[in-house]
């Protein structure tokens, strides 16, 4: 357990003055104080919980953690994710210094494996297959799920130019969309790429297979093969299922699934970002990584986020987060955190094997501004519970609409504002208690200049480091995801008995009912 961490938290419980969150925000300096930037992207942490004296009290906490000696630990490529005995050196994906750290060989085929997937990503925009001038593509299959597909869905929304190249994703074992979607495309003119580290998994698989039969089907094996691509890091896997190793891209184990949106599993992405785009991406990610290594605590960005997070949900007791992008093309971003926080920090064992007294994880939704408001936001401010934000918007649109974007922008500044002050705060002494909100309600906003390759890249290097600093605190490994496995074990034994009525499952299952209903309804 770890000792520092308790320690705070009781002193925090039982000596430590508690500010209202419109008393931090009332103070002159608050802005100065709570605001960090980096090469245009802002973050301001005014409306947080956190006082002058919590955050240096916190920065302290994580300094005496050795979040400084974690950091280097992290980047120097130590198996730091012990669990699974390997590093976790996913920004060596994109940033230089890093990569260079690791031995010749393996630098040899990343630069190769980058080479080849810019090669590749140039041939599908042009509108063909690599090397293959007069074999058209106009739509590519990305086959694969959880971080074989959250990362590059969130780029192609994001930061996709309009082209002939169409990119459609199957991740969900449901064969509904498959069947639609086959319908609709011409073989011949279809690329598919099947995105999966492990090649075990069973969606991917699965959805590989049937593609790669409708393909058959009308081409012929060869020409099938020829138009399928594989991103993994599983090359006998890959062989066994057919796609050449000339089509494959290797992506390493020791960069994690939910991490991997640096690497080859973009290759859809990278085909319809323009020119130099997912290199941009890239460097918006290494500047941050370099920015998280050097910055001051109290003036680094992933650090100060990390502080914002534990005190909201370590000692304020705030069980959710919700993260609310008031930009459409960022639509997909509270899935891909999703998974990034929650598959990477939703632990309860700590590093000695001790079962944390503590909370880990919070749970983060979102979905986008303004359509949230008229979702959730009622909960927000009059709710039980009370759920911080995350607010991201970039000060410059792509459009040429301004009253539009001043309205969003608008929007946005409006709901931070009221959730922080709530009616009274606002001088509004309401009558009716039931449209009093009562304020206090924290929040984060983040502003980028604008949405480029760059910026997103920062963008998500933030919050994966923001991970790893809760991760220092909370004393648990961020790079397993041993949680996930044994739902997939009993799936297996489930599915017999679905498929044939004749086959049963184990008693302590607890299904057998559940079961006889639904072979009764067929
Ligand atoms: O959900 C578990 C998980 O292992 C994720 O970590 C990973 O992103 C996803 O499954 C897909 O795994 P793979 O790329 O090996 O198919």
């Not at 997912?278 to 650090?303: C, K, W």
């Not at 301004?402 to 009558?431: F, I, K, Y």
């Not at 208690?433 to 997103?456: A, C, N, Y």
Request: net charge negative; proline share 4%.
């Amino acid at each position: 357990m770890n000792q520092k961490f308790t320690h705070m938290l009781q002193k925090c419980n039982t000596e430590f003055e508690h500010k209202s969150l419109s008393e931090n925000l009332g103070h002159p300096d608050r802005f100065k104080d709570f605001s960090v930037k980096t090469d245009g992207l802002l973050m301001d942490l005014s409306r947080t919980a956190l006082s002058a004296e919590s955050l240096k009290l916190m920065l302290g906490v994580l300094k005496d953690m050795g979040v400084e000696d974690a950091r280097e630990r992290l980047f120097a490529g130590e198996k730091i994710n012990f669990t699974e005995n390997r590093p976790a050196l996913h920004m060596a994906m994109r940033c230089d210094e890093v990569l260079a750290g690791l031995d010749a060989d393996m630098v040899g085929v990343v630069n190769q494996t980058k080479q080849r997937l810019i090669e590749f990503a140039s041939a599908f925009a042009a509108g063909h297959l690599p090397g293959e001038p007069a074999q058209p593509v106009r739509h590519i299959i990305h086959i694969g799920i959880g971080g074989s597909v959250l990362g590059p869905r969130l780029l192609i929304e994001a930061l996709g130019k309009d082209s002939g190249l169409k990119v459609h994703f199957l991740s969900s074992i449901d064969a509904h969309l498959r069947s639609k979607l086959l319908a609709s495309l011409d073989p011949a003119e279809t690329a598919v790429i099947v995105a999966t580290k492990s090649f075990t998994t069973g969606e991917t698989l699965l959805h590989a297979s049937r593609v790669l039969q409708w393909m058959e089907q009308s081409l012929g094996r060869d020409a099938a093969l020829q138009r399928t691509f594989a991103v993994s890091g599983n090359q006998q896997a890959v062989d066994a299922f057919g796609v050449s190793s000339q089509n494959t891209l290797y992506l390493p184990d020791w960069v994690g699934g939910r991490y991997s949106i640096w690497s080859a599993v973009s290759l859809s992405a990278a085909a319809v970002m323009g020119e130099g785009g997912f290199t941009d991406f890239l460097a918006g990610a290494a500047a941050m990584d370099r920015h998280f290594q050097s910055a001051a605590l109290h003036e680094n960005l992933p650090v100060m986020m990390a502080v914002a997070g534990i005190w909201h949900r370590n000692v304020c007791a705030y069980p959710a987060h919700a993260v609310i992008p008031y930009d459409y093309r960022l639509r997909s971003l509270p899935a891909y955190l999703q998974q990034l926080v929650m598959e990477s920090n939703g632990k309860s064992i700590d590093r000695q094997g001790e079962a944390v007294n503590y909370a880990t994880s919070a749970v983060l939704f979102g979905e986008p501004g303004t359509d949230a408001q008229h979702s959730l936001f009622q909960m927000f401010h009059q709710g039980t519970d009370i759920v911080p934000l995350s607010f991201i918007a970039a000060i410059r649109p792509d459009h040429e609409d301004h009253e539009a974007h001043a309205g969003l922008l608008a929007n946005m500044l409006a709901q931070a504002t009221a959730l922080a002050t709530g009616t009274a705060g606002l001088g509004d002494e309401v009558t009716n208690i039931h449209k009093r909100m009562p304020g206090e309600r924290p929040s984060e906003v983040i502003l980028l200049d604008q949405l480029t390759p760059f910026s997103l890249g920062q963008l998500l290097a933030l919050y994966e480091h923001k991970v790893f600093v809760e991760s220092v605190a909370w004393d648990i490994n961020p790079f397993d995801q041993f949680g996930v496995e044994l739902g997939k074990v009993v799936a297996k034994n489930i599915q017999p008995a679905l498929e044939d009525e004749s086959q049963g499952v184990p008693a302590n299952y607890g299904l057998n009912s559940l079961l006889d209903y639904i072979r009764s309804k067929r």
